[in-house]
């Protein structure tokens, strides 16, 4: 039985690889980059001109160039070990575009769109690329991964559903019914706060300032999270201008009233459509701004909080769960 595996999840905006000793789940080394897919197919595009190069072959020498990287690092030989690949390595600006899943999804990796890309004279590694879900309405990769390896985490019954809360450029809420995701939906709430405060008329009445969150920044933000159950987003969004024209927040709690109304915005549809439970699945980075936004929506009594350190591992538990069944184990 192999041991050992490489944990890739590659994002649109961020890269990490991970080496993986499956007998106790212990990542012994790891590599974090910005060069997510979106920068990788970006810089493709730039500096092929005329297509000499494929993508494919682009995007896997960007790998091996991390692989190499990684190998640098740790005693233990790569020599042969496989790696595993989630998030939008399977999408149309990635390794290649592979279908997706449909639904219901079972959370044991049994129903996972999975293809191999053998190795040759320019790559040592044999490479598993996991493919994401859709909808008729709704598409998602990497999220799928890691809720393959939350599947243990939450007990709920077998007819209760569960919406597991996904924060991120691209949130997503992914319903799970007796181990299966039954449907999911995405919300563009990141990136639109990426573009209204470093794009719009707006970014010269919010700044991200430079130091942790304070007290006044948290009370801005609740603001937010109130405004945005009670008003129209495409309104209430203008009061980020009208507050600091007539300076009743300064630019950087101005900022996080700002988030507190698109992530209320997000959140609000918890409140309309009456969820049965709820599950946080965040990272430390938009943690405490979703749990606040829960407490502040009345929702806290109806969620659990999956800690940012279990999140942080997820992707590999998942991932571990795919190894396990196309190796054995």
Avoid at 146 to 161: C, F, P, R, T, W
Avoid at 278 to 290: D, F, K, W
Avoid at 293 to 306: H, M, Q, R, V, Y
């Amino acid at each position: 039985m192999r041991n050992f595996f490489l944990s890739c999840d590659w994002g649109t905006s961020t890269f990490r690889l991970r080496l993986v000793r499956v007998s106790d789940h212990t990542i012994l080394e790891e590599i974090i980059s910005k060069e997510g897919i979106a920068t990788i197919f970006g810089n493709w595009k730039e500096q092929t001109g005329q297509g000499t190069v494929g993508r494919e072959e682009y995007v896997l020498k960007v790998l091996q160039n991390h692989l190499q990287a990684l190998g640098k690092k740790t005693t233990q030989s790569l020599d042969g070990i496989p790696v595993l690949i989630s998030g939008m390595a399977s999408s149309s600006i990635g390794i290649r575009e592979l279908p997706y899943a449909g639904l219901p999804f079972s959370l044991d990796g049994r129903d996972a769109i999975i293809q191999k890309i053998r190795p040759d004279e320019n790559r040592a590694h044999e490479v598993l690329l996991i493919s994401g879900l859709s909808t008729p309405a709704d598409v998602m990769r990497g999220e799928e991964t890691q809720m393959m390896g939350l599947n243990a985490v939450y007990s709920a019954g077998a007819d209760e559903i569960v919406i597991c809360i996904f924060p991120g450029t691209h949130s997503k809420h992914v319903q799970v019914l007796d181990g299966k995701i039954v449907d999911f939906k995405t919300y563009m709430t990141g990136e639109l706060f990426d573009l209204i405060s470093g794009s719009s008329i707006l970014k010269e009445a919010v700044s991200p300032g430079v130091h942790d969150i304070t007290p006044d920044d948290f009370e801005a933000f609740d603001q937010g999270i109130v405004r945005s159950v009670t008003s129209n987003i495409l309104h209430s969004l203008f009061s980020v201008r009208v507050n600091d024209l007539f300076k009743l927040f300064g630019k950087e709690q101005n900022y996080q009233y700002l988030s507190g109304l698109l992530i209320g915005t997000e959140l609000r549809d918890l409140l309309e459509n009456d969820p049965g439970r709820i599950q946080l699945c965040s990272g430390s980075n938009l943690y405490p701004l979703y749990q606040r936004g829960l407490e502040k929506l009345n929702l806290k009594a109806k969620t659990s909080f999956i800690s940012p350190e279990l999140m942080d591992s997820s992707a590999v538990e998942g991932q571990i769960k795919i190894f396990q069944q196309y190796y054995g184990g």
